[in-house]
Every structure is written in structure tokens, then in C-alpha cells.
């Protein structure tokens, strides 16, 4: 009898320090750069969120808005965050030290995965006289907040017609104000990267005002030679109300990417439950449908984070 109290006991108390020393482990805090409340990052930073925190114990995430990929980059590099989902035009010019970031690449940036692909839309009212990119010479075109990934698209496709900043009327606000700007003529376009079938984009083509524009082959051609981070892509018919054709344009992605000094272990507990709970976040965006293990690093130019890449290679995604 005193035996068996005797181990009842001792199974007991190596019962409650198991307890208290799963207690006593520290909570991890990730903080998700996203963009504006208005575009597709902050919906998708907020559900990878409430994954993290549901399925990784001790996990605190939360998603933070922000001015959109480039400030994530800089935010980033100066670990006010830790995660950051961020155009790929954008982390090339961060990786090469051009564009917005002629001022020093930015090194210490990994990637996790591709997300979604992000066609470019060339959206223009049909009264402003506007029947190809080239046109846009003179225009009131909105650019997304300043030092966004919208803005980084944008200043790309321009420069490949030769239409420089001078050249045209530069609209810096948020797509709220953008989207209502199309509707009531403040605003004659907007060049936006986004998924496929933009709710956005959608409720603006409903008003019959408006179209979108391809991109001619020959520019096409050029961008993706001098851009590795696009890739061809093709809006297909009636994706859009009052969109009867096909858009030849090209694409980039959106990437989840995270600061290179954060733990492998805890980004390859993130990337697992990201693949292994595919359902949970398709339920709570569209655009998750096509993060897949096939598309893991399309568009991706900054080396995996080891954690990822450990958990992409035990999946078979990469060699």
C-alpha cells in the first residue's frame, strides 16, 4: 500500500512539473507587416494569424496594418516586425538596392513562401480618352500609398512605355479612395497587381464606366526579361463584368516573407501548419486557393528561411 501511494504521489508531482514547466515557457510574439485594411495583405495576414495562434502553442500573432510592401521591408530590416507579406517586385528592387531602395539593399529579409499571383490590372475610365498604357502620359494615375508595392508595380509597367513620374499626375492614397475616385472621375487610372477577381475591382466594373487594358507583347517581353520576379499571365473573359475579352498582361506574387534572425525552429512550426492547414485559411481569403507547394517559391528572389526550406524540402516541394 505505501508503495502504491508512494508512486501515486511521484505521478502526481512529475504530472505538475510538466504543467508548470509547459507554464513557464515563454510566449512568442509575430507580428505580420500587411498593408492597408483596403487591399488583399491585411485579410490574409489576419487569417494567418489565427492560424498560427490556434495551431502553435504558445503563439501570439497578430497582423499589423501598414503602407504595404516597401515600409514592410523596412519595418523588417528594423524588427519592428516579424513577418511580412510583400509583392515580389518589391523585394527584388530590396534585394538588388534600386528603386525605392537606392539608399542600401536590404539583406537580412528570407522568404517562406509564395502565396498568390498578382496580374497586373490596368484600369481606366472610358471617358479619358485612354485606348493603350501609352496613353497615360498626362493622366491622373493612382499610384497606392507611397512607398507601397502598388506604387513599385506602377513606376515599373510605366517606365517600360517611357513614361516617367514627370510625366503624368501621381495619386497617392488608399484604394478605398482610389476604387471611389474611378467611380466619381477624381481619378482617370489606376495600375494595381492584385488576384484574379478583386472584389475591388469587380464592384468598379460593375458601374460599365470603366475597362482594363493589356499590356503590349513586345513591353510584356521586355519586363519579363529585365524582371524575374513576373511572369506571364492572362486575365481570362468575363472575369470581370463588362470584360467580354481575354487581358494579356504579366504577373508577380505575393510572399510571405520573415526577418532572417528568426528561431528555424518557430518559422518551420509557421511553415508546417501553413501546408498542413490549407482549408483553415481558404475558408478566410480567396487567394490562399493557390498557395500551393507546387507555387512555393515562384517569384521568390531572397534565399528560403532555413525553417522553411527544412520544412519544404521533408514535403518534396524542393530538392
Known amino acids: 500500500m505505501k508503495k502504491a501511494s508512494l508512486r501515486l504521489v511521484l505521478a502526481a508531482l512529475l504530472t505538475l512539473v510538466l504543467l508548470l514547466a509547459g507554464c513557464g515557457q515563454p510566449a512568442k510574439y509575430v507580428r505580420i507587416g500587411t498593408a492597408s485594411m483596403g487591399g488583399a495583405f491585411y485579410p490574409m495576414g489576419n487569417a494567418l494569424a489565427q492560424l498560427f495562434n490556434e495551431k502553435i502553442p504558445n503563439m ?20 519592428d516586425i516579424e513577418l511580412a507579406l510583400i509583392q515580389s517586385a518589391t523585394l527584388a528592387d530590396a534585394e538588388k538596392g534600386q528603386g525605392q531602395f537606392k539608399d542600401g539593399a536590404i539583406e537580412d ?14 484600369i481606366v475610365r472610358k471617358d479619358a480618352n485612354i485606348n493603350s498604357i501609352a496613353d497615360l502620359k498626362g493622366k491622373k494615375i493612382a499610384v ?5 508595392g502598388i506604387e513599385v508595380n506602377a513606376l515599373t509597367l510605366l517606365k517600360a512605355y517611357g513614361i516617367e513620374p514627370k510625366d503624368f499626375q501621381a495619386i497617392h492614397q488608399s484604394q478605398e479612395e482610389t476604387f471611389e475616385g474611378l467611380k466619381t472621375g477624381s481619378v482617370d487610372a489606376h495600375i494595381y497587381a492584385t488576384g484574379a477577381g478583386s472584389a475591388q475591382i469587380t464592384d468598379v466594373m460593375l458601374t460599365g464606366r470603366l475597362k482594363i487594358l493589356p499590356i503590349d507583347p513586345d513591353k510584356a517581353d ?26 494579356k498582361t504579366i504577373a508577380g506574387s505575393g510572399v510571405l516573407t520573415v526577418r532572417a534572425d528568426v528561431d528555424p525552429d518557430t518559422v518551420y512550426t509557421m511553415t508546417k501548419a501553413i501546408f498542413e492547414n490549407l482549408d483553415f485559411l481558404k475558408q478566410r481569403h480567396d487567394y490562399f486557393k ?28 524542393i530538392k
Request: charged share 20%; aromatic share 8%; with cysteine.
Open 60 to 79: 501570439k500573432a497578430s497582423a499589423q496594418a501598414t503602407g504595404g510592401s516597401a515600409e514592410n521591408c523596412r519595418l523588417l530590416a528594423k524588427k
Open 144 to 148: 497606392g500609398p507611397i512607398a507601397s
Open 290 to 317: 493557390q498557395t500551393t507547394l507546387e507555387n512555393a517559391t515562384v517569384g521568390v528572389v531572397y534565399p528560403l528561411h532555413p525553417g522553411a526550406e527544412k520544412y519544404l524540402k521533408e514535403a518534396g516541394a
Open 109 to 122: 529579409i528570407r522568404a517562406i513562401t509564395a502565396t498568390y499571383f498578382m496580374p497586373f490590372h490596368v
Open 222 to 247: 521586355a519586363l519579363l526579361k529585365d524582371h524575374p520576379e513576373f511572369g506571364p499571365m492572362t486575365i481570362k473573359a468575363n472575369t470581370y463584368p463588362n470584360q467580354a475579352e481575354e487581358i
